[in-house]
């Protein structure tokens, strides 16, 4: 399968794509800063300078032609501004939704947060700013028609994986190595599960495979 990820040099897509492609599969990170280009080559994946701000729906479906899936798993980052929250975390989604759509990708994951649905609409706090930026691209992925999973992770940590998670639409708050949550989105897309379903997903007893298939 042919895989490209948003946001190719973060921690969660530089581990995705090193698990796709020790299992044969063909990762492609788009990142927007081209010396973060042997980062991604080093894990497998092919490396695509593409800026989700600066970009539009033809050029980003030109990135996606011949793709099996897309992987939105995109973020301005810590101490970004309110204002780029919005731009990358939600408009960049929603830009590679429409992207895949027209480029004729059926399949789209998107890497989102638990309790996103829960900000401050009156808030301009950075926080609630971002947890609105990713309830307003989850809202605008689930109106596409496509073959989409919103998995929302708990907090992220740089443990070592587990491989034993805890999902459902809501879960109690918790944390989960970012190298159990690109496992997930690993597994979600070479076995087709939890198709057009929204989750919350953190550390927790039962295995990976196990866990989807009960969604």
């Known amino acids: 399968m042919r895989i490209v990820?948003?946001?190719?040099?973060?921690?969660?897509?530089?581990?995705l794509s090193s698990q796709l492609a020790t299992l044969g599969?063909?990762?492609v990170g788009l990142i927007r800063n081209a010396a973060h280009a042997a980062d991604v080559r080093a894990t497998g994946a092919e490396p695509v300078v593409l800026d989700l701000e600066h970009s539009d729906v033809p050029t980003l479906a030109l990135a996606l032609a011949g793709a099996d899936a897309v992987v939105f798993a995109a973020g301005a980052g810590p101490g970004s501004s309110a204002e780029r929250k919005l731009t990358v975390d939600r408009d960049g989604a929603i830009l590679l939704a429409d992207a895949a759509l027209e480029a004729g990708v059926p399949?789209?994951?998107?890497?989102s947060s638990i309790g996103a649905d829960g900000f401050d609409p009156e808030s301009d706090?950075?926080?609630?700013?971002y947890l609105r930026a990713k309830s307003e691209a989850d809202a605008a992925v689930r109106a596409r028609d496509l073959d989409w999973t919103i998995v929302r992770p708990g907090a992220l940590t740089d443990d070592g994986p587990t491989g034993l998670v805890t999902?459902?639409?809501?879960?109690d708050r918790g944390s989960?190595?970012?190298?159990?949550?690109?496992?997930v989105v690993t597994r979600l897309l070479l076995d087709g599960s939890a198709m057009r379903r929204q989750?919350?997903?953190t550390s927790g007893g039962t295995p990976i495979s196990a866990?989807?298939?009960s969604l």
């Open 176 to 183: 989960i190595p970012r190298a159990d949550v690109a496992a």
């Open 211 to 213: 866990a989807l298939a």
């Open 125 to 129: 706090d950075v926080f609630q700013v």
């Open 199 to 201: 989750f919350e997903v």
């Open 167 to 171: 999902v459902g639409e809501s879960v």
């Open 107 to 111: 399949r789209i994951v998107v890497v």
């Open 25 to 27: 599969h063909n990762p």
């Open 5 to 15: 990820i948003a946001g190719g040099h973060g921690s969660i897509a530089l581990l």
